[in-house]
Every structure is written in structure tokens, then in C-alpha cells.
């Protein structure tokens, strides 16, 4: 098992935007969908659902936002300067914040716990078994 202590510290790609983890997220999920492709220029994004007492900011984030199909907003927090994803948001639960785990100096906690809209995986990539997997988002 990962005995991550807590805090853990995260940043952006140029320093500007620094943060710090206070406890472990509730759950951390990947999502294989064509927007999360996308945002991670990748074959999908990893989220950690955090608690938002549990994460300390320093430095300027911009944010942009775009509605999903569902008709929830999909808001995004990013470093303006290198452009780094650092979390997603819903504006209407801002007791929730959808951390972008990537940038986190230990990265062993973002092992995905499930993976969501597998219809819209890269064929390549081979979820390991017993992880549950869902085909849009459960
Ligand atoms: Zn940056
Ligand atoms: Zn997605």
C-alpha cells in the first residue's frame, strides 16, 4: 500500500501555481472521454476528488468553463502562464474540487480507483483487471 504522508505538495510546469494536498482525496478516477483527451493531450485524464478545505493555493489561476451534456458546468482552473490543468470544478458544488493529480510531488496516490467512459477509450490502452469500469459516466 502507498504510505503517502500528508501534506503533499503540487505545482504547475513553471512554478508558478504551488499547492498543497492536506489529506487524502475521496477518490481518484480516470477518464477516458474525447474533452479529458484532449485536455491531457493524452489517452485520458486522471481526476483526485478533493475535499476543498483540503487544498491550500498560492499564485494566479485563470479559469474557463464550458457546459457539459449533461448541462453541469465544467469549470477548469489553470496556471496562466504555462498552462498547466490544475483542477475542474463545478461552480454550483464549490465544496468539491476535481484536482488534476499529475502535477503532485508523489504521485503514487493517483492510482485510478475506477475508469469512466471507457466508450470513448484508445483501444490500445488495457484498463488493468479488477478495476470497475464504466461506459459514460456512472
Ligand atoms: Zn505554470
Ligand atoms: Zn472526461
Excluded at 90 to 117: C, F, G
Amino acid at each position: 500500500m502507498s504510505e503517502t504522508a500528508y501534506p503533499v505538495y503540487g505545482a504547475c510546469q513553471c512554478g508558478q501555481v504551488r499547492y498543497r494536498l492536506l489529506a487524502a482525496p475521496r477518490m481518484v478516477v480516470a477518464c477516458h472521454c474525447r474533452e479529458c483527451q484532449k485536455l491531457s493531450t493524452s489517452a485520458f485524464s486522471i481526476t483526485a476528488v478533493v475535499a476543498a478545505d483540503d487544498l491550500i493555493f498560492e499564485g494566479t489561476l485563470r479559469h474557463w468553463e464550458r457546459t457539459a451534456d449533461s448541462g453541469n458546468i465544467n469549470a477548469a482552473a489553470f496556471c496562466p502562464d504555462c498552462g498547466n490543468r490544475i483542477y475542474h470544478y463545478d461552480p454550483a458544488q464549490p465544496d468539491i474540487i476535481k484536482l488534476k493529480p499529475s502535477n503532485l510531488d508523489d504521485t503514487r496516490l493517483i492510482q485510478p480507483q475506477a475508469h469512466v467512459w471507457v466508450s470513448e477509450k484508445q483501444a490500445w490502452f488495457e484498463i488493468p483487471e479488477g478495476v470497475p469500469q464504466f461506459d459514460r459516466q456512472p
